[in-house]
């Protein structure tokens, strides 16, 4: 199995930066692609950014340009730099990763990013 901690979430006024870091433990060599979710209370969970084991990340359009994922899925690290932070950005970051080997997605427990305007 796999546990997964997040760390870097806050507050930041408008057009600032945050970065936000993953680390997983346990299984780690069960994980094929670590991702960021986010969610904002009454919404449905979304997915913000991919990093896949091999190929290019993926992001969903609000966050193209401004966010980036980067990490190593072999050693279970993912970070998410979100620059020019909007307050739509606001919401619970959650981190995942997904395994082929288990059939499953793990999920951090999240942590809080407020973008104030």
């Known amino acids: 199995q796999v546990q997964l901690v997040e760390s870097g979430g806050g507050e930041v006024q408008a057009g600032g930066s945050l970065r936000l870091s993953c680390a997983a433990s346990?299984?780690?060599?069960?994980?094929?692609?670590m991702a960021w979710y986010r969610q904002v209370p009454g919404k449905q969970r979304e997915l913000v950014a991919t990093?896949?084991?091999?190929?290019?990340?993926h992001y969903e359009d609000s966050v193209k340009a401004r966010f980036t994922i980067s990490g190593d899925n072999a050693k279970g690290t993912v970070h998410l730099q979100m620059n020019s932070l909007k307050p739509e950005d606001t919401a619970v970051y959650y981190c995942?990763?997904?395994?082929?080997?288990?059939?499953?997605?793990?999920w951090g427990k999240g942590t809080l990013v407020t973008v104030s305007s």
């Open positions: 990093l896949p084991s091999s190929g290019s990340a």
């Open positions: 995942n990763a997904y395994s082929v080997l288990y059939g499953r997605h793990y």
């Open positions: 346990g299984s780690i060599f069960s994980i094929t692609a």
